[in-house]
RNA sequence: GGCGGCGUAGCUCAGCUGGUCAGAGCGGGGAUCUCAUAAGUCCCAGGUCGGAGGUUCGAGUCCUCCCGCCGCCA
């Protein structure tokens, strides 16, 4: 699609908004993989990725929520091109167990953990162009105050309750774990541990009181919302497993833990014994970025879409749907899920080694180069596949040589001796941060403007490079390139 | 074991709500251009739409059974 869009904008002169805007609602895109038909037209979006856990850096799959969230956005601003009508925020998650123990392994404090690893998601969205309106940090001052506003709310209205917790947790995932999700492994000492089934990691047994957030009294709502409204979680499949979970009993859920035990993290009011479980705290930070609990918020909400990975789907589908009507509130207008990236055919993992840094990516490719591929080969339905061939097959056959080739044919001397182009519309292509966009170039500037593009000398084939193991040369020539 | 999702050209995927008896990109074969970055343009081959039944005037699309893969529950 992006192609299709590409290359009429090129071709066309003097393209007005209007028709621009027009000739998109006209056209029927079947193969738009989001299934984005956005119904509430001309009305302002709120756009989310989810907030990542700094306990590790970035990868693509990071990225690759931001960038279709980017996607989005930028589409709702070419629709809708007032500055007040879409918002998009990301963030980092930086309470809970793995931090505080993470920092205290670097013998930091959690929250200079949390300083230096915010800062490389909030650098690699700047050199990814992400065009995020707001970056949030869940140890911002705003944010507690929402949640612990948030927690009242619940409170005063009877949801949650205090309860004695019984059963196996797990301090590396956070969670409690029922009999069933726990196997025994041979310990250090060659007796049988108790391990989570999933993570592998240790689990004990446990018995404490926290407080319970009466989930079980939403699955009936859950359903009327879900069914009620086909579109609000896609695509399809993702939405009928949602369904099918609340198919199933849904217990209540405990949302605290006690501060002896996990004190990085708010502590629940009136009650210094305990801390927000890390989860309610994270979801709300889509409510504290739109002012929450100020008024002002509900010019925001519920127009809102979610871009999760399938992962965290239980927690954006189940609970907090179930946490927002508990607060008075309607569920996200959308959530649109997205699946996994692998490499070379296998998941990534640091123990595999395989982890792809995005960063080396957005330079190996260009930040356009690679943004292109994670939105023309990812398939949201499905994991899709990177490896250093495909993306550069992709960019040479669509970008460098369609779309490339007609640019160079229309700029050059041969062709277009008195060098007039059309104007870019600059709503279509907003100036970019990034020095060299040839999205800049219009006009007679336009050779000077790509001329600091990196060329392909006299290399015919500059972007294949065996297994991405070699970078893009850079060399001094007069020929310059589309990216 | 129960429930759910998925299975479309060599590869990656579109094909939503039954109706030009299936398309795109890549890959493959052929032709052509030599203007522009040794690239472009055009044409062609290639499909038991997992298998077998059924409903229907008509099914990739609906129903049943079977096979395979994935997920949830037990």
Redesign the pocket.
């Known amino acids: 699609m992006l192609r299709i869009s590409a290359f009429r904008l090129l071709g066309r002169t003097g393209a007005s908004r209007l028709s621009l805007l027009e000739d998109f609602s006209l056209r029927?895109y079947?193969?738009d993989?989001l299934g984005v038909q956005d119904d509430t037209r001309d009305a302002r979006a709120y756009f989310t990725t989810p907030i990542f856990y700094v306990n590790a850096a970035p990868h693509i799959g990071h990225l690759y929520s931001a960038v279709l969230a980017d996607a989005l956005c930028r589409y709702h601003r070419l629709r809708v091109p007032s500055a007040a009508a879409t918002r998009f925020s990301t963030g980092t998650d930086e309470h809970g167990l793995k931090i505080q123990q993470a920092a205290a392994a670097a013998g930091l404090a959690p929250s200079e953990l949390c300083d230096r690893v915010s800062a490389q998601f909030q650098q690699l969205f700047r050199e990814a162009d992400i065009s995020s309106t707001d970056f949030i940090r869940t140890t911002e001052a705003r944010h507690r105050m929402a949640v612990q506003h948030f927690w009242g709310v619940l409170k005063a209205r009877g949801l949650l309750y205090k309860g004695l917790y019984e059963g196996w947790y797990c301090a590396s995932d956070e969670c409690f774990l029922?009999e069933?999700?726990v196997t025994r492994q041979p310990g250090p000492s060659g007796d049988l541990c108790p391990v989570s089934l999933?993570s592998g990691h240790p689990v004990s047994w446990t018995k404490e009181e926290n407080y319970i957030f009466r989930l079980s009294q939403f699955r009936e709502p859950l359903q009327r919302w879900l069914r009620g409204d086909p579109q609000a979680i896609t695509p399809?499949?993702f939405h009928?497993?949602v369904l099918?979970?609340l198919?199933?009993e849904l217990p209540d859920l405990s949302v605290s833990r006690r501060s002896s035990h996990l004190h990085w993290g708010i502590p629940v009011p009136g009650d210094d014994s305990q801390t927000i479980y890390v989860w309610l705290d994270a979801l709300v930070n889509y409510l504290t970025v739109i002012g929450y609990p100020n008024a002002e918020f509900k010019s925001w909400w519920p127009t809102t879409s979610h871009i999760i990975g399938k992962d965290i789907l239980k927690f954006h589908a189940v609970y907090w749907p179930a946490l927002l009507l508990g607060a008075g509130m309607s569920p996200p207008h959308r959530i649109y899920v997205h699946s996994h990236w692998t490499v070379c055919g296998q998941k990534m993992s640091k123990s595999l080694g395989n982890v792809v840094d995005p960063r080396t990516c957005l330079d190996r490719y260009t930040v356009d180069g690679f943004r292109y591929f994670l939105l023309r080969?990812g398939?949201p339905?499905?994991?899709?596949?990177y490896y250093g061939e495909k993306v550069v097959?992709?960019l040479d056959?669509?970008l460098?040589?369609?779309l490339?080739?007609l640019?160079?044919?229309c700029t050059?001397n041969?062709?277009n001796p008195s060098g007039t182009y059309p104007a870019f519309c600059t709503t279509c292509f907003p100036r970019s941060r990034h020095a060299g966009s040839a999205a800049m170039a219009h006009g007679p500037s336009r050779p000077a403007a790509c001329g600091s593009l990196p060329d392909?000398g006299t290399n015919?084939?500059?972007l294949h490079r065996q297994a991405d193991s070699q970078p893009l040369r850079h060399q001094g020539s007069s020929?310059?390139?589309?990216y």
Not at 381 to 385: G, I, L, M, T, V
Not at 479 to 482: L, N
């Open positions: 029927h079947s193969s993989p029922p069933a999700k999933e399809e499949p009928h497993a099918q979970w198919e199933e080969q398939v339905n499905w994991d899709c596949d097959k992709l056959s669509e460098a040589f369609a490339g080739g640019l160079n044919r050059a041969r062709i392909r015919p084939h500059p020929q310059v390139v589309f």
